[in-house]
Every structure is written in structure tokens, then in C-alpha cells.
């Protein structure tokens, strides 16, 4: 991958020169510059054997670039880029090929009271004292050490909310942080690296179900920097980036990396410039990981916290369960079924006695197109509660009976129906070995996911609760209850219950549609938080390995 990457590159060079670039691509060139050569900088310090020949060319038109006036004294005319430029410099110091007169000039605005100085958000703090050090230019900064407690990484960050942006803050922390790979950090008080290493292996999910190589080559290279290499997560990564490298050596980059005006109708600089970034990333990536000089650390142990959802599970049974009883029962049924299985959840079916008491008594002569309207789920769940207190409704009765006597004259039922007659079963409406025949003996197929992995991070800027609380579902039912994604999931619903119970934040005030969007939102909430509340009592059951 390395190798046929860099000749990609090093084919490409020239364009790399702001001064062959057009007006408008000066900048774009400067900055492809800097990466390009912190890319062959990196090589020197990784490798101890001589460059080779595609990174020794990249590393003679850096140079060349690097000699010109009219490209070193940009650097004191515009302090606020010091750091395109030093980055250029360590390059060259790192390759052995060191200019007195360049660490001058960088020396200078070093010290000139703002290029230093000048407010910067933190990772970029980090980004400032990476390049001073590596140029060996002094300074009185604060340490890499006093920086990082105010970092992304550093503050727990809840994964679904990340954007692109934030994940390269992360990414970039780590590498200024480790010094690629070459320092164990001063890590903040109270910091978890195995906290770290989950948040990347989480991203990477996310990243990898977006199919954006950019950010999954940059966590990838975060997990070789923290000396992981026993993991999943980065063996997928592998795997995608390999398969998604061209022939000739080059990774295209995410959607939307170069601004459409840029390339203006020239396909061979928008195929250089949309990926030439994600093309270093993955040679990074492949050199961190054959490089001697990276440490190796055993795997850190993630942290395994519980969040508590039971009582948020109880109070939203009970607002959901209290609202319902002003509502007609035709309409609000599913409301009543979700109340009846969280109630069960709880192991306290009492929660919901009073609302199925007073639905099977008002939809006791219920036309059978009512049940049919909402679905055997609805229904079959809303059935189940009311066995379980001993309740009847007439209509309902009536409707499960035909149903069941209308499947019994079936030969055979699709896979999709497997899980209805499931149900009829549980309600003792079908023969067990009926059931056997008419399904073959075929396992109910798993329900498709509502909300999927690249979804979620759209779902929660949304403000799509039910697809957030789809998503947690659907993990609990997966056995992923305890995975980061699903934590910080449930981490953000959790923060949207009020103190009545009900859940999300509507943002209107119109009485009626506050309380049609919040009891859709507790419904959602309900079916997701009994579902982690059934996977962590399962979990607390299982049996356990021995010591």
C-alpha cells in the first residue's frame, strides 16, 4: 500500500508547487505542500533505512520549493500561516537536509509576540508545539502536557454527536500527542486509555459504515500510534483501505474534500485533489504499522460502565401510561402496547393495569379493521398484557381467533410472517407443531434495522429521537447494549427525559401537537430503554467464565 502510494504522489509533485499552481489553487498547493512533506519527514523518523526513490524525489521538489525567497519570506509577511511553512522545515531538518536561513525566518515569528501566541483552539495548541519541536525552534509555551486536558479527546465526548471536524480534532490530537508513535503521553488526571481506544474503534464503525477512507485511515493510524494492533475494528480498516486503493496507488477522498470552483472542468487536478490527502493518510498508515520505532503496548482494558435506566424506564411507563387514559384507544394502542412490554421489562406489570383495563373495556366491541390497522406487533404485545392480568376484551379475542383460523388453513407462511405466528403461539391461539409446519422450522428473520450505524449521526442533529431509539433497540437485540455507540446513544436519550417522564423537546407551543410529539418520542424511548434494561439483566444472569 505504502509503496505504490507514494509513487502515486511522487508521479504527481508538480502539483504540490504554488508557484505552477493558478491563482485560486495557491493555497490548496501550499497546504497539499506541508502534508506532502511532513509525509517524507515522517518516513526519515520511522524508517531508519535511506529514502527510496519516489519519497527522495518527493523530498528534492519539497526542497527546491522550500529554497525559493519568494516562498520562505512569506513566512514574515504572514505570520498567522507559520505553521504551512515550519512543517516544511522539519521535513527537510528530519531528511538531514537542514537550511540556517529557513529555522531563521521561523525562528523569528516564533518569537515575534503573535505567530506563537495568537488564540488557537486546543488540537491546533498541539499542532503549533509538534511543529516547534520538531524544527528544535525554542520556545515558552505551555507543554503538550498543561494542553491536553483541554482537548475532544480528553473530555469524553459522546461519539454519535462527532462530526468530521471533531474526529480530526481527535485523530490530531493523538498524533502530536504520541509524537506518531514515538512517546507514551503525560495523559490528564483521571484519563482512560482504554477509553481512547474505544472511542476510535467506535469511530472507525461509523466511519468505515460511511465509507469515508480519509477519517478511517486517520484512526487507524490513531490505533498504531497508541501502539493497538489487536483489533477488530483496525483489521476492517485494513481491509477497506486496501480495497479501496486504485491500481496506480491512489485512495479517493470523502465527498465534498474539494470545492467544485476549484478543479473548474480540469478532471485531472479534481483526481489529483480529491485525493491526494486520504493517498498520504494510508501511506501513513501502512509506514506506522512496519516501523520499528513505534511502540507496541498491550491492548488497554475498556471500561465497562453501566448506564441506569430503570428508573428512567418506570417514569416514562407512567407518564406514557397516565397521558394514554385521555386519549381514544383506537388511536393510541400502540402507546398502550408499549406501556404494557416496559411495564413487563420492569418485572412490574402493574404499571400498566389501570390503561389495559380501560382500553379493553372501551374497545370491547371495537370493529376487527381497529386491530388489523395496527399490525400483529402492536396487537400481538397489547394481547400479551392483557393475559398476563387476567383481562379480556371481547373484540380482540374475536380478532385473534379468526386470525388464528385463517393461518391454520395456510400450507406454508412467508419468512416474514414467522415472527405473527410466533406470537399466536405465545397466546396459545396455534399449535406449536402447526406452527413447525407452516414455517418449515425457520427462525424468524432479524427485523430490519430502522436506524443504521451511518444513519445515526444524521438522526441525532436531526433531532430524530425514534430513529435514535430505534438504533439502541435494535443493539440491545444484537447483544451490543454495552458497545460505546450504544452507550453514548443512550447517554443522549437519556437527556431528553423531563422531569414528568416523557420524552424529547418538541420546540412548538401548541398544546395538542407538545403532546402528540412527546408521546411518539416516550413510546420510541420505552421500546429502547426495555431492551437495555432486558440485555443488562441478561448480562447479570449469564453465566460467568471462570477465573
Not at 509525509?39 to 526542497?63: F, I, K, S
Not at 475532544?152 to 454527536?161: E, F, S, T, Y
Not at 486509555?193 to 474505544?198: K, L, S, T
Not at 443504521?452 to 435494535?474: C, E, S
Request: aromatic share 6%.
Amino acid at each position: 500500500m505504502e509503496t505504490q502510494a507514494v509513487a502515486w504522489l511522487a508521479a504527481r509533485r508538480t502539483l504540490i508547487d504554488p508557484d505552477e499552481a493558478a491563482t485560486d489553487r495557491v493555497l490548496f498547493a501550499r497546504k497539499a505542500l506541508i502534508e506532502t512533506a511532513f509525509l517524507v519527514g515522517l518516513r526519515a523518523r520511522l524508517d531508519p533505512e535511506p529514502l527510496d526513490g519516489d519519497y527522495t524525489a518527493l523530498l528534492d521538489q519539497v526542497e527546491g520549493i522550500a529554497a525559493r525567497p519568494s516562498y520562505r519570506e512569506l513566512i514574515a509577511r504572514d505570520e498567522a500561516a507559520l505553521l504551512l511553512y515550519a512543517g516544511t522545515y522539519a521535513a527537510l531538518r528530519l531528511c538531514g537536509r537542514e537550511d540556517p536561513e529557513f529555522r531563521r525566518l521561523i525562528t523569528q515569528a516564533a518569537a515575534g509576540g503573535y505567530a506563537a501566541v495568537f488564540e488557537r483552539i486546543p488540537y491546533r495548541q498541539l499542532d503549533l508545539l509538534h511543529t516547534l519541536e520538531l524544527c528544535g525552534v525554542p520556545h515558552t509555551l505551555p507543554a503538550v502536557d498543561q494542553v491536553l486536558p483541554f482537548t475532544l479527546l480528553c473530555n469524553r465526548p459522546n461519539v454519535i454527536k462527532l462530526t468530521d471536524r471533531d474526529i480530526y480534532a481527535i485523530t490530531h490530537t493523538i498524533f502530536y500527542a504520541t509524537d506518531f508513535g514515538l512517546r507514551q503521553p503525560r495523559w490528564p488526571q483521571g484519563f482512560d486509555p482504554g477509553a481512547a481506544v474505544e472511542l476510535l474503534e467506535a469511530l472507525l464503525e461509523l466511519t468505515l459504515g460511511q465509507g469515508n477512507a480519509d477519517l478511517v485511515g486517520e484512526l487507524l493510524c490513531c490505533l498504531l500510534c497508541l501502539g493497538v494492533r489487536d483489533s477488530e475494528e483496525a483489521r476492517r480498516a485494513w481491509e477497506f483501505l486496501t480495497a479501496v486503493q486504485e491500481a496506480d496507488g491512489r485512495v479517493n477522498g470523502p465527498a465534498g474534500v474539494v470545492h467544485p470552483g476549484l478543479a473548474d472542468g480540469d478532471d485531472a487536478y479534481r483526481h489529483w485533489a480529491t485525493g491526494y490527502h486520504t493517498t498520504i493518510v494510508a501511506a501513513l498508515a501502512a509506514l506506522l504499522d512496519r516501523s520499528p520505532r513505534v511502540a507496541r503496548r498491550p491492548r488497554p482494558s475498556a471500561p465497562a460502565p453501566r448506564l441506569p435506566v430503570e428508573q428512567p424506564l418506570r417514569q416514562a411507563v407512567a407518564w406514557l401510561a397516565d397521558t394514554s387514559l385521555r386519549h381514544a384507544p383506537a388511536a393510541t394502542l400502540p402507546a398502550a402496547a408499549a406501556v404494557a412490554h416496559g411495564a413487563g421489562a420492569l418485572g412490574d406489570p402493574g404499571l400498566a393495569r389501570p390503561l389495559l383495563l380501560d382500553f379493553s373495556e372501551r374497545l370491547a366491541d371495537a370493529e376487527a379493521e381497529v386491530w388489523q390497522r395496527h399490525g400483529m406487533e402492536v396487537v400481538g404485545e397489547f394481547a400479551s398484557g392483557l393475559r398476563a392480568h387476567g383481562i379480556t376484551c371481547a373484540s380482540l379475542d374475536l380478532f385473534l381467533k379468526s386470525t388464528a383460523a385463517a393461518v391454520e388453513l395456510l400450507d406454508r407462511v412467508p419468512p416474514q410472517a414467522v415472527h405473527n405466528v410466533q406470537r399466536l403461539v405465545a397466546l396459545g391461539l396455534l399449535a406449536p407443531q402447526r406452527a413447525a409446519a407452516l414455517t418449515g422450522g425457520t427462525e424468524a428473520p432479524p427485523p430490519a434495522l430502522e436506524t443504521t450505524l451511518a444513519d445515526l449521526p444524521g438522526a441525532w442533529k436531526n433531532y430524530h429521537l425514534g430513529q435514535v431509539a430505534g438504533f439502541i433497540r435494535d443493539a440491545a437485540h444484537a447483544g451490543r447494549a454495552q458497545h460505546r455507540i450504544t452507550r453514548d446513544a443512550v447517554s443522549f436519550l437519556l437527556a431528553q427525559q423531563s422531569s414528568c417522564g416523557a420524552f424529547g423537546r418538541p420546540a412548538c407551543d401548541d398544546p395538542p401537537s407538545r403532546e402528540r410529539a412527546l408521546m411518539s418520542w416516550t413510546q420510541s424511548a420505552i421500546t429502547a430503554l426495555a431492551a437495555v434494561h432486558t440485555a443488562h439483566g441478561a448480562a447479570l444472569t449469564s453465566p460467568q467464565p471462570g477465573p
